[in-house]
Structure formats: C-alpha cells, structure tokens
C-alpha cells in the first residue's frame, strides 16, 4: 500500500430519505471507485456541514433538499475501497429530505457517478462505501427518528 502523508481529509455524506427509500450511485473516477454511496462531497472553506450537504446535493443531482440534521460523525480509513492508496476521511453522515418531493434527480457530474437510483433500505446495492458500511455494523439508520449520537 502507498503511504500518504498528510491529514485526513472532511466530507459530507447526504442520506436523502424518500418514503424507505435512499438516493445512491455507483462512484466513479475518485475514492471509493465502483463503491455505492448517497451524495457527498468534500466541506469547503468556511461551509457548515448543513451548507456542504445543500451545496453537494444540488451539484451532483440538481435537488433542493431541507430539514437538514446531523446523524453522526464518522472516521475512516479507505483500505478496501482504495488497495494503493491510505485514502484517510472524517465523513459526517447527515440526513434531509427533498424540498418538493416530485423533484427528479439528475446526474450532473457524470464523470463521478454512473447516475442516481432510490433504493429500499431493506435492499441497498452492494459493494457499501466504507464509511456507510462500518456505520450499518454500528446500528446506523438515519430512518429511525431518534437516530442522534
Ligand atoms: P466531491 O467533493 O468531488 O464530491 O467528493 P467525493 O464525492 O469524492 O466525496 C468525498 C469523499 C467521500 C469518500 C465521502
Ligand atoms: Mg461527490
């Protein structure tokens, strides 16, 4: 494996929830490639999380989301999902729902996904990114509304 020095890196990692559905893709040319992941993307200078998690969305599929809320906080090695490469993320997983629930999501960075299907949290498509993964083994589930660490 390459050792990279540096520090990890922050994301932000939108569960956008649609009856017991989730938006996910199938990543592409980036970490975690051929992974499948909700929306996410990394935090920029000076954004709140709630404000990456607005920003990526609508970048990535077009959609207008709200009630924007903080699940939990996650730290990852991506040794899996990158064999070459010690890919190092702090990944805040947080949850929202669509603005106008008739929105349809597009897949405007198809460079980076191979495009946006809803799909039932009783039958998520597999290989899980790493931090999504680990999180489920921790009894993640942004769907129960107590769900806050
Ligand atoms: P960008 O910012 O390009 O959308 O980043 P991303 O989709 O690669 O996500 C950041 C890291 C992942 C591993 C959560
Ligand atoms: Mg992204």
């Given at each position: 494996m390459e050792k990279k020095v540096g520090f990890p890196k922050i994301a932000v990692a939108v569960f956008i929830l649609k009856g017991n559905k989730l938006l996910m893709g199938k990543r592409r040319?980036?970490?975690?490639?051929s992974y499948f992941s909700v929306p996410s993307g990394h935090l920029e200078f000076g954004e709140s999380f709630e404000e990456c998690a607005a920003r990526e969305v609508k970048e990535e599929t077009g959609l207008n989301i709200m009630k924007i809320e903080i699940l939990k906080v996650t730290n990852n090695l991506f040794l899996d999902d990158e064999p070459n490469l010690a890919a190092h993320y702090v990944v805040i997983l947080v949850r929202s729902v669509l603005a106008d629930p008739n929105q349809i999501p597009q897949n405007l960075e198809p460079q980076k996904c191979d495009g946006w299907e809803w799909y039932d949290w009783e039958n998520l498509p597999e290989p899980l990114i790493t931090h999504f993964r680990n999180a489920i083994k921790e009894g993640f589930n942004p769907f129960q509304d107590n769900f806050k660490e």
């Open positions: 040319d980036c970490v975690a490639h």
